[in-house]
């Protein structure tokens, strides 16, 4: 049996626009000051993300840590952080955390800490605490799991303002330093990259093998993403890349071939999926952890605080690399991939974003260094890359913070989006304050109101997915389209980013998953 599908990116996308990286408006860097390493790393990084020296946040924390107790966790770290915010007017600004080296790694040896500062801590059990071994508390769901939008602390997702908070940390200073000009250098660079996923076949490491095909078949299924995806042979590692942006395997340990054989790009992320990849500075089964992945060359990893038992939920998806390859940060592809990662460490720079397309800004009324009197004028062009979208926002910075919003734009009420499957259109008008995600949403319903459709369809964020409702090869190749008219507004706001063309017979047999008492 097959299953055949089709995706569709309806609508614009609103980054950031700000000199170095696009986010650096949005980060902050936090150091502790009991540590030089993480001071002068701190600095660095900011630097060369162009991040303001106000967004730099000093805490103290006793550098022979490697747990804080909750308490410690709150007093000594997260009320800080909010403490700076405040004081320096950033509340509401900030959606990216970066702890910069000499930092504890987790709450009670149980919950890592960037997990912690994303959705808030936990305070779920650890293995075999209170013999209860194995453990997936049911209150650790994480809601931007697969939202595919950009993220916003104002948003509020897990109902708290966290951030994508990571550990920027490395096995000495000049590493971590390595990392984050990888991370810089990644910007907009739209390099012939590769996601790799391999095969363990293990039972038990290879829990999220079965997501692999899936996500070599998105790759398919939306055309003209600037990556490809490809499944490494049975029980082998990568080896001989010259192009790798990503990288998952089962493995609990990094062999030589991996280390030494491989060119991993500006931006790349690589991890395994094994017990303790992020409990640092060491763990007692002595298994390869984060730390070897930024020595390899990777500029992000992820791996778990603490025994976590084979729970999928607790590792990221491979389907990460899709959303990286449709522009997103590291942080948000990483956190958009874990849906339970209350243990997890997210390490590197999350800043990293090589295939995000922001529109070219233009300052049409001052050259550099113009020294002005009075009152002036000033003029501003934001045009959409050729593989990119408008802008959906434009903010006014002064002197590094934050001073006005000069324009924001928004579906239009009236705008009406249209998809055709087979000759048969649905269609749906975008109501009085929709958003882009309502308007896709509202689509999707009214395809699956419609019954007669051979289609299924559900919205991830900006993205329409229609899936063949039958499974038999009558629905290969039928043709797609997707289109946006201005309807009963005065303007268009909306259009149709990459789509496909038709709807893609499926690589892998259906399945569903069984459990057997």
Same mark, same amino acid.
């Given at each position: 049996?097959?299953?055949?599908?089709?995706?569709?990116?309806?609508?614009?996308?609103?980054?950031?626009?700000?000199?170095?990286?696009?986010?650096?408006?949005?980060?902050?860097?936090?150091?502790?000051?009991?540590?030089?390493?993480?001071?002068?790393?701190?600095?660095?990084?900011?630097?060369?993300?162009?991040?303001?020296?106000?967004?730099?946040?000093?805490?103290?924390?006793?550098?022979?840590?490697?747990?804080?107790?909750?308490?410690?966790?709150?007093?000594?770290?997260?009320?800080?952080?909010?403490?700076?915010?405040?004081?320096?007017?950033?509340?509401?600004?900030?959606?990216?955390?970066?702890?910069?080296?000499?930092?504890?790694?987790?709450?009670?040896?149980?919950?890592?800490?960037?997990?912690?500062?994303?959705? =808030?801590?936990?305070? %779920?059990? +650890? #293995?075999?605490? !209170?013999?209860? *071994?194995?453990?997936?508390?049911?209150? $650790?769901? @994480?809601?931007?799991?697969?939202?595919?939008?950009?993220?916003?602390?104002?948003?509020?997702?897990?109902?708290?303002?966290?951030?994508?908070?990571?550990?920027?940390?490395?096995?000495?200073?000049?590493?971590?330093?390595?990392?984050?000009?990888?991370?810089?250098?990644?910007?907009?660079?739209?390099?012939?990259?590769?996601?790799?996923?391999?095969?363990?076949?293990?039972?038990?490491?290879?829990?999220?093998?079965?997501?692999?095909?899936?996500?070599?078949?998105?790759?398919?299924?939306?055309?003209?993403?600037?990556?490809?995806?490809?499944?490494?042979?049975?029980?082998?590692?990568?080896? =001989?890349?010259?192009? %790798?942006? +990503? #990288?998952?395997? !089962?493995?609990? *340990?990094?062999?030589?071939?991996?280390? $030494?054989? @491989?060119?991993?790009?500006?931006?790349?992320?690589?991890?395994?999926?094994?017990?303790?990849?992020?409990?640092?500075?060491?763990?007692?089964?002595?298994?390869?952890?984060?730390?070897?992945?930024?020595?390899?060359?990777?500029?992000?990893?992820?791996?778990?605080?603490?025994?976590?038992?084979?729970?999928?939920?607790?590792?990221?998806?491979?389907?990460?690399?899709?959303?990286?390859?449709?522009?997103?940060?590291?942080?948000?592809?990483?956190?958009?991939?874990?849906?339970?990662?209350?243990?997890?460490?997210?390490?590197?720079?999350?800043?990293?974003?090589?295939?995000?397309?922001?529109?070219?800004?233009?300052?049409?009324?001052?050259?550099?260094?113009?020294?002005?009197?009075?009152?002036?004028?000033?003029?501003?062009?934001?045009?959409?890359?050729?593989?990119?979208?408008?802008?959906?926002?434009?903010?006014?910075?002064?002197?590094?913070?934050?001073?006005?919003?000069?324009?924001?734009?928004?579906?239009?009420?009236?705008?009406?989006?249209?998809?055709?499957?087979?000759?048969?259109?649905?269609?749906?008008?975008?109501?009085?304050?929709?958003?882009?995600?309502?308007?896709?949403?509202?689509?999707?319903?009214?395809?699956?109101?419609?019954?007669?459709?051979?289609?299924?369809?559900?919205?991830?964020?900006?993205?329409?997915?229609?899936?063949?409702?039958?499974?038999?090869?009558?629905?290969?190749?039928?043709?797609?389209?997707?289109?946006?008219?201005?309807?009963?507004?005065?303007?268009?706001?909306?259009?149709?980013?990459?789509?496909?063309?038709?709807?893609?017979?499926?690589?892998?047999?259906?399945?569903?998953?069984?459990?057997?008492?």
């Amino acid at each position: 049996m097959q299953g055949l599908r089709s995706f569709l990116a309806l609508g614009f996308l609103a980054p950031s626009l700000a000199f170095g990286s696009a986010n650096a408006f949005r980060t902050l860097v936090v150091v502790n000051t009991n540590s030089a390493a993480s001071v002068e790393l701190g600095e660095y990084y900011a630097a060369q993300h162009g991040i303001p020296d106000h967004q730099i946040c000093s805490v103290g924390l006793a550098t022979n840590l490697t747990t804080l107790t909750s308490v410690q966790f709150r007093n000594g770290l997260r009320n800080p952080i909010y403490d700076h915010l405040a004081a320096e007017n950033l509340e509401g600004r900030i959606d990216f955390v970066v702890l910069c080296q000499d930092f504890p790694t987790r709450i009670d040896d149980v919950e890592g800490i960037p997990a912690a500062l994303f959705y =808030g801590f936990q305070d %779920a059990p +650890g #293995y075999n605490e !209170g013999g209860i *071994g194995c453990n997936l508390p049911e209150d $650790t769901s @994480n809601e931007y799991f697969r939202a595919e939008r950009a993220f916003r602390s104002a948003d509020a997702w897990n109902a708290t303002n966290g951030f994508v908070a990571f550990h920027l940390v490395a096995s000495n200073l000049p590493t971590a330093k390595l990392a984050a000009d990888r991370g810089a250098a990644a910007q907009s660079t739209f390099p012939a990259a590769s996601i790799n996923l391999h095969i363990y076949g293990s039972a038990g490491r290879g829990v999220r093998e079965a997501r692999f095909a899936h996500t070599q078949f998105s790759f398919t299924a939306l055309p003209g993403l600037p990556a490809t995806c490809r499944l490494g042979p049975y029980l082998s590692y990568l080896a =001989g890349s010259t192009n %790798a942006m +990503g #990288y998952h395997d !089962g493995f609990a *340990g990094i062999p030589a071939n991996v280390r $030494t054989n @491989n060119v991993w790009l500006p931006g790349a992320y690589a991890d395994h999926l094994t017990s303790l990849g992020g409990c640092l500075p060491t763990n007692v089964l002595k298994q390869s952890t984060v730390l070897d992945w930024m020595d390899i060359g990777a500029t992000a990893s992820y791996g778990t605080v603490a025994e976590p038992c084979n729970y999928l939920e607790k590792f990221p998806d491979p389907l990460m690399g899709f959303w990286y390859a449709r522009g997103f940060t590291v942080g948000e592809a990483y956190a958009m991939a874990v849906a339970a990662p209350y243990q997890g460490l997210f390490a590197g720079d999350p800043l990293a974003a090589p295939f995000a397309a922001g529109p070219v800004v233009t300052n049409l009324s001052l050259a550099p260094n113009d020294i002005l009197a009075g009152t002036a004028t000033v003029q501003v062009a934001a045009v959409a890359r050729t593989n990119g979208a408008p802008a959906g926002a434009l903010d006014l910075y002064v002197d590094g913070r934050f001073h006005a919003n000069l324009a924001a734009a928004a579906p239009l009420t009236g705008n009406a989006l249209s998809v055709v499957v087979a000759g048969r259109t649905n269609a749906a008008t975008v109501g009085s304050g929709d958003t882009l995600y309502a308007a896709v949403s509202n689509l999707a319903a009214a395809v699956n109101a419609d019954t007669g459709s051979v289609v299924s369809a559900r919205a991830y964020g900006d993205r329409l997915e229609l899936v063949y409702k039958h499974f038999n090869p009558a629905g290969n190749h039928l043709p797609v389209s997707a289109s946006a008219a201005t309807g009963t507004a005065a303007a268009l706001a909306l259009g149709v980013g990459l789509a496909g063309t038709n709807l893609y017979p499926s690589v892998y047999p259906a399945r569903k998953r069984l459990f057997l008492f």
